[in-house]
């Protein structure tokens, strides 16, 4: 069982940055990736970026390249997402989650049924 808390959303105006960050508890010692997922409404739940907890490597989604970060702080207990260069729209609700079955690769795991655990949401506004 894993527990997760997103933070950190808010509003922001276009160009600004922003940090989420998503505090695990639980059996955290299962986790093999986490990552962040956005919602909009009206579309479906998609991937933004991942990391791999036994190496740290990453992924992301085309839309944030180059503009998001997703990182975890030393204790590996929570994972932040550093948004930057923020556009209207990323305008969603961010959602962490967390794996806790095997991976070989972060990139294997980018849709929202291959994670097990998720936090509530937070919500990111973004104005022009």
């Known amino acids: 069982q894993v527990q997760l808390v997103e933070s950190g959303g808010g509003l922001m105006q276009a160009g600004n940055s922003l940090r989420l960050s998503c505090a695990a508890s639980g059996r955290t010692f299962g986790i093999y990736a986490m990552g962040w997922f956005r919602q909009a409404p009206g579309k479906e739940r998609e991937f933004v970026a991942g990391i791999k907890w036994s190496d740290s490597s990453t992924n992301y989604a085309n839309s944030v390249k180059g503009r998001f970060t997703i990182t975890r702080d030393n204790t590996e207990n929570t994972v932040h997402l550093q948004m930057a260069s923020l556009k209207p729209e990323d305008t969603a609700v961010y959602y962490c989650?967390?794996?806790?079955?095997?991976?070989?690769?972060?990139?294997?795991?980018?849709?929202?049924?291959?994670?097990?655990?998720w936090g509530q949401g937070t919500q990111v506004t973004v104005s022009s």
């Open positions: 989650a967390a794996r806790t079955e095997y991976i070989y690769s972060i990139m294997e795991v980018t849709t929202a049924s291959q994670y097990d655990y």
